[in-house]
């Protein structure tokens, strides 16, 4: 059982179009989080939520939009792609209280945006 | 807010060998954890040893250490008897003991390993 997954891995459109990606973990984690990792393999977060209420919103552009149907879902959603978008999108998630401050991290999302 | 910085983009060593990835960091909390994570070509993120830094003494793994000095606010790793399958990105993050806070991981932009046979 893969304990936090994203779907899909690979991702391929041309600019402007909208795309989601989906994340899910079966950890029973309170918080869960989207980072970017872009081609210099910099990763920085983008989003955390804590019960499905946003917590952390870096400066993201608002094309970014993080949805948490539940606490074991947080799905992105990306308007009107751009070719600076193109990276690899990482969701991890984290126990709350009394937790090790381990993030267990999906296998990542690879957008590209031609 | 945090910084991480690893100094190394690169290293290379040969395959047995004992090889220290750098990392220093800035902050001025108090308490906190430390973290190297491995991301091998798969891109998949482990983890490879954590420290909390109320934790005086040094964490070990299997063939990974850390020396942790706080006052220096230095954190490096030591891999020891290197192996090919060590062979990867590292990276060292920053992450505030906010107890059931949302706060995330703050990295280092990593230092690519390469073991050579």
């Known amino acids: 059982d893969t304990a936090v997954s994203q779907t899909p891995k690979y991702l391929v459109t041309q600019m402007g179009n909208d795309k989601s990606i989906k994340c899910e973990q079966n950890?029973?984690?309170?918080?869960m989080y989207w980072y970017k990792q872009d081609s210099k393999k910099f990763l920085k977060i983008m989003f955390s939520?804590?019960?499905?209420?946003?917590?952390i919103n870096e400066t993201v552009p608002n094309r970014f939009s993080p949805k948490s149907p539940d606490k074991a879902h947080l799905n992105l959603h990306i308007n009107s792609l751009e070719l600076g978008d193109s990276a690899v999108y990482f969701c991890?998630?984290?126990?709350?209280?009394?937790?090790?401050?381990?993030?267990?991290f999906g296998e990542g999302s690879r957008l590209t945006v031609l | 807010a945090q910084t991480v910085t690893q100094s190394q983009p690169e290293m290379s060593v040969q395959e047995a060998e004992t090889v220290t990835l750098s990392c220093t960091y800035d902050?001025?909390?108090?308490?906190?954890?430390l973290f190297w994570y491995k991301q091998p070509p798969s891109r998949q993120m482990i983890l490879v040893i954590r420290?909390?830094?109320?934790?005086?003494q040094n964490a070990t793994e299997n063939r990974f250490s850390v020396n942790f000095q706080k006052a220096a606010k230095s954190f490096s790793l030591k891999i020891s008897d290197s192996q090919l399958g060590d062979t990867a990105m590292y990276f060292c993050?920053?992450?505030?003991?906010?107890?059931?806070?949302?706060?995330?991981?703050?990295f280092g932009k990593g230092t690519h390993l390469i073991i050579q046979p």
């Open positions: 950890l029973g984690h309170d918080t």
């Open positions: 420290q909390e830094a109320y934790k005086q």
């Open positions: 939520y804590n019960n499905k209420e946003l917590i």
């Open positions: 991890a998630s984290r126990a709350g209280v009394s937790n090790t401050g381990e993030l267990f």
């Open positions: 993050a920053f992450m505030k003991h906010a107890g059931g806070g949302a706060d995330g991981l703050t």
């Open positions: 902050t001025s909390e108090s308490n906190y954890y």
